[in-house]
């Protein structure tokens, strides 16, 4: 008899959005005329760039004749989108890695949840709390996480929180943790870290033999100057730490699937005698096992974001959800809650006002002001009494939204 | 420390198709004017079809105006196709499935190798022999497969020899075995279960509650009227079986990555205390865990393969690549080679003359007609004196490598 992965089932049967999406219907039965207005999920809502679109069509075209017909691609992306990302992405940086270091995905998502596939199940995880589920969903799968409990903690899970009392920047751990996930930008709270912050972190995974996993799918919203848009901009990162990328969040890219994910041939994990294993070499196993490629037209699509006139329409598009969090942040302010990010990241952390939980704020918003909002304890046990809000909606209604809430208020 | 999955490392560093690469390369430096005919790797060539670019480049417009714009799209894939699939594949066949019941995914690479997660790591598997690789090696990968043996074959792997004796058709295994792979039409063999041979595999998982991985890859290219596209054309299969189904090879679609897997609500596996877990839900919740939907672009081309025009173009494809079949084994039946498959699926399985290893052949092949074939006994033991040729290339080409081989032998 086959058996199953009991660890799956650990997994809460309620998935964050899916609840917000009921009480979103709920309210819509016994409101059938009210005008919603959505700043709840981090989907982007603006045309991808003209560049991409163009791109993507010729791609298709290639398609249909035999002589530019693309079959299967190498399954670690095509040269001429790792190429454009390393020359954009890092070596205007002055970051430099080799293409063999970067491997091109459909998405931020397969990759944080499969790069697991390479390491051992028994190793301890560090996670900010606040933070993105998916990072902790898919270590509980494979037991990785450990026991849930009743505090609500895994029992293999080091959580460091992101409160106000610390400006929402996680202190480093004081114990040795084998795998720490950074997401910077932030998702959730919107908060970034400054070059130095990062070195300490960079400095306790030297120090600890600690794999930093970083989630850098938000650089694109960077506007500040010392903020690191790659953590291999600190010295020593690339002997430590794996990099994260995504087009959805750049380019409006969330349904056409592409990302990528870096690892430098110096990173390296052990095995149970000791011997270092590059997780280069790892992960392309994984990927040559379990992935046939990205998608050619996706790949098209992503290298034009690269082009002058991707660049520049990339600029307006993360501008517009950039001048939108400002415009909201201004209101908000306006009524007195404390607000965070926005500055250089497309959320709003908003602290709920006095007495109410998450959950509570959230059903207030919806119920008085129609606006859709994530309740912040959806992102770990720090993130109670907080909400988040997206600066990915549609101008008007954005303002929309935040003239209800302050009216409301 | 963080520690690394040392069952990836037991998987070799040398993968079929990059041997395969580095020979051609060194016949090329002494050769560097030879005519180099590839029949070796199982991708396609022809263009996708008109019905798909058409839809594709419609798809990639709705990207680019706010109001037909698609960020996330579910994760389980649009209703658009998962209806198309519905009605097309299963309906028409009889089967009634219903929409929770198809993954969308972005190929079948992908889903026969995570599907794994949903797993226990100590299931038994049993495969015919030859198989494709990644059946076996996503199961090493993650322990499954147990320890390599002197006589190259796992210890938690069953191996089911496919050979003349049986007409490639493999025996039900002596014992019993928790998860079995089944490939049909298969690659590499071409060979074909008929309705009465697939029944006998569905009574021997409803005995042994035993799951059916069942990769319908190749099913556009049956020809006879007694073979089953779906496994759920067996009574009793939607309690034992999941049916992995790719557009790859149905329309062209290997660099647009489209495919889907199909759960049905009744297939279980147990708990270790014996309780029956549903692993259309299990898969479901990995798949909310890792993965973020597949492209709304390939949706929409793999949704133009079910219009009328769509139905037409991909027949004329798999028409062509059947044709190219016909003519090859008509060269080599006269050749007095023993070739089976090329009636109901693309690939023919040709032993090598008396004496030759597959490889032996396979150099012959190249240095003496300048075609590249693919090793059979890269597809398990009992492929070796075996190699395979596939019908995927372009005519005049599939026509003049068979002149050479004629010619050569």
């Known amino acids: 008899m086959a058996l199953v992965n009991e660890h799956l ?3 809460p049967d309620n ?3 899916t609840d917000i999406a009921k009480k979103v219907n709920s309210f819509r039965v016994t409101h059938p005329k009210a005008d919603i207005i959505h700043l709840g999920i981090g989907d982007v809502t ?13 791609a298709v075209d290639d398609l249909t004749r035999p002589e530019t017909f693309h079959g299967y691609g190498p399954e670690q992306g095509y040269d001429f989108l790792i190429e454009a990302i390393l020359r954009n992405d890092y070596a205007q940086r ?22 697991g596939d390479i390491l051992r199940h028994d190793n301890s995880i560090g996670v900010t709390d606040p933070i993105y589920p998916a990072y902790i969903d898919s270590n509980v799968s494979c037991g990785r996480a450990g026991i849930l409990g009743t505090n609500h903690q895994w029992s293999n899970v080091v959580y460091m929180p992101c409160i106000p009392e610390n400006n929402f920047i ?9 795998i720490i996930y950074l997401c910077y930008p932030n998702n959730p709270t919107g908060s970034v870290l400054s070059k130095n912050e990062l070195k300490k972190w960079v400095h306790y ?8 996993l970083f989630d850098a799918a938000y650089e694109a919203y960077i506007r500040q100057p010392d903020i690191p848009h790659s953590i291999y901009e600190i010295k020593g990162a690339k002997k430590v730490a794996i990099e994260i990328r995504s087009f959805s969040k750049t380019a409006g890219f969330t349904g056409v699937r592409c990302g990528y994910t870096v690892i430098p041939k110096e990173v390296t994990a052990a095995t149970l005698t000791g011997e270092r294993i590059s997780l280069n ?3 392309s196993k994984r990927q040559n ?4 490629g990205a998608s050619y037209i996706a790949q098209r699509g992503a290298a034009a974001i690269y082009t002058p006139e991707g660049k520049e329409q990339v600029k307006a598009m993360t501008d517009y959800y950039m001048d939108n969090a400002r415009l909201m942040k201004r209101y908000l302010d306006g009524t007195g809650l404390k607000v965070s990010g926005g500055e250089n990241a497309p959320y709003l952390w908003v602290k709920a006002p006095k007495g109410f939980t998450s959950w509570q704020f959230f059903e207030h918003l919806l119920y008085e002001a129609h606006v859709v909002s994530t309740p912040g304890v959806g992102f770990g046990p720090n993130g109670e009494g907080y909400i988040r809000l997206t600066a990915f909606g549609e101008r008007k209604q954005c303002e929309e939204g935040m003239r209800r809430i302050c009216q409301y208020l």
């Open 289 to 292: 096992t379990k992935f046939n």
């Open 15 to 17: 998935y964050l959005f």
């Open 281 to 283: 070499k790892l992960w």
């Open 94 to 115: 002055g970051i430099s890695l080799s293409p063999s270091e970067i491997f091109i995905s459909d998405g931020a998502k397969s990759d944080t949840g499969n790069i």
């Open 170 to 178: 996680p202190e480093l751990p004081t114990q040795r943790v084998d």
């Open 9 to 11: 089932m650990k997994l």
């Open 46 to 58: 603006r045309p991808i760039p003209e560049a991409c679109a163009q791109a993507m069509k010729a």
């Open 205 to 212: 995974a030297l120090a600890n033999d600690t794999l930093i």
